[in-house]
């Protein structure tokens, strides 16, 4: 049975990772689980700089979901290469460095950067709901991924700078996604990974206070699943590049729902703090799927929706 798939010049062994911000930099996981079966492991996000992020609280449970407001807590470019990279190198399995900017060059600067052996690709983070937009803003005032012209430059910028593999990955909180999907393949992007969190809010009605300091944030979890795979399937027909889906996916029913849809990969977020192991039960579920079913080969499931 062949589970390999490839993005851009990187080849995983399975389509399944995991989200940014939802598996740190692997050393709370890499006791619990088997992190080398994993197709590829994707960074918490980091920027040049260190950040704090945003004040707690700052996680919220909703039905179905939560809602996070970090603000993107990391401790920098340099501290990521001299005390994250050598343990990440170590495991046996892709890894993909999350990276965030505050300014097109610091997109070009941390690209450059992180053109280091034993990183896999880079994932361009252009969505982040929860920096505040003062400070990562197009000329508009959005999030990078909410403008095409936006998001070509920032995407061109660190094609200039990389010959690493580029995962652009994008907000859900547009109304035309085909349309930024196009711009970040049209820039140079290798693949696009979508969705990032819905921004979103929740209220203590006894204190009439938001349950985040920050008021708002990202929604995540099954919650959003449909929506998610909606915007896989749109994006999925709309560009040539091949599409990560991500987005509430906790099973692995989920995640073929996903490629079925177009996805060529997906990611577990949401999911892993739920159950440390749901992206490697997940891996094991897509290869049952395909052994009931007769699928030899996972790239003939990709985009094989019926309509
Ligand atoms: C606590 C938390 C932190 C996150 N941090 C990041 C991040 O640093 N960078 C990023 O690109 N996405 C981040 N995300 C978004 C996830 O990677 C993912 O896109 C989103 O949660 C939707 O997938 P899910 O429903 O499977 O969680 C974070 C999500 C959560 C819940």
Redesign the pocket.
Known sequence: MNTAISLGTLRLKNPVLV????FGYAEEFKNLIKVERLGALVT??ITLCPRQGNLPPR?AETPSG?L?S?G?ENKGLDNFIKEKLPHLKKLDTPIVV?IAGESLNEYAELAKKLSLKGISAL?L?L??PNIKAAKIKNQRGTLISQDASATYKVIKAVRRSTKKTIIA?LTPNVGDISLIARAAEDAGADSISL???FLAMSIDIKSKKPKLANITG?L??PA?KPI?LRMVWEVARAVKIPVVG????MTASDAIEFIIAGARAV?????NFVNPKAATDIILGIKDYMRINKITNINKLIGSLKV
């Open positions: 989200a940014s911000g939802t918490k996000t996680i939560m996070n970090i993107l999350s994932e983070n969505s982040c990955k969705v990032n969190t990202g995540s979890g959003i998610a991500c987005g509430g996916i990611q577990i977020g949401t999911a």
